[in-house]
């Protein structure tokens, strides 16, 4: 039987030679990587078959729990490990909902355990560690068989379109399948609404004006609208939300 693959992902390089060196010493497992965070991992497990996902929680870029919402995305998410230091409410948290983890100092026996009854992660166990996670710095959306991250910081608008959320950036749209409200509430420091169906990120905000409106619901009249930095499309503040213009 072939040796179950394994990633290993933590910004610091020497706890990651210790766990290389663990699992050398458990056997049955083969190391095929590392990663310093989650950016830096995530195209390591689409490139490649990766069984379990030993992942440390606290990491610059992209912590272990965001990278964990973005692992659900994948066509076979890994199996998942997270290790930490002491943190009494991460703890907790994995505790209360079978989530494995692993607490540093690791040793072998306790490895081995872990590695043995690994297992995915689940929808309400990814749901439950939501409040642990420090950085939402990335959208991640499946395209073209492969999950893209495009960061939060570039994106100029959220645009909800059927089931769809249109993901507008300078260079290209994206189709994320979410829900504004949710996204509403996540990036709430980094984007205001401006119509029940769009949200515009307050750093691509250069002015309002108004204008003749030639599509959508308010197609024919005339309406202020949201001009953006970096491109030509406007984008219409409904009435209910017209206080925008007056905080800009």
């Known amino acids: 039987m072939a040796n179950q693959r394994l990633l290993i992902v933590d910004d610091e390089p020497l706890a990651r030679q210790r766990l290389r060196d663990l699992v050398g010493d458990v056997g049955g497992y083969d190391v ?28 610059p870029v992209m912590d ?19 290790t930490t230091a002491y943190d009494h409410y991460a703890v907790q948290a994995f505790e209360l909902n079978a989530i494995d983890y692993l607490l540093k100092p690791i040793r072998s026996e306790r490895l081995a355990a872990a590695l043995a009854k690994a297992k995915p992660l689940q929808s309400a166990q990814s749901q439950a560690l939501q409040p642990l996670q420090q950085t ?38 994206y189709l994320l399948e979410a829900a504004l409200s949710q996204l509403e509430h996540t990036y709430a420091t980094q984007f205001v609404r401006i119509h029940r169906n769009a949200l515009v990120a307050r750093a691509a905000i250069s002015g309002f ?20 930095k970096g491109i030509p499309e406007t984008l219409v503040v409904s009435r209910r939300h017209q206080h925008v213009i007056k905080a800009a």
């Open 32 to 59: 095929v990587g590392e990663a310093a965070n989650g950016v830096e991992a995530l195209p390591l497990l689409q490139d490649s078959t990766v069984d379990i996902v030993l992942v440390d929680i606290r990491m």
């Open 209 to 228: 004006e108004k204008q003749r409106v030639s599509t959508g619901e308010e197609a024919g009249e005339t309406a202020w609208v949201v001009l953006m």
């Open 136 to 173: 939402h710095d990335h959208l991640s959306i499946y395209e073209r068989g492969k999950v893209v991250l495009v960061p939060i910081a570039e994106v100029l608008y959220l645009r909800a379109e059927l089931k769809y959320v249109t993901v507008r950036t300078r260079e290209k749209s």
């Open 64 to 82: 272990g729990i965001e990278l964990a919402q973005h692992l659900r995305d994948l066509p076979r998410p890994p199996k998942l490990i997270f």
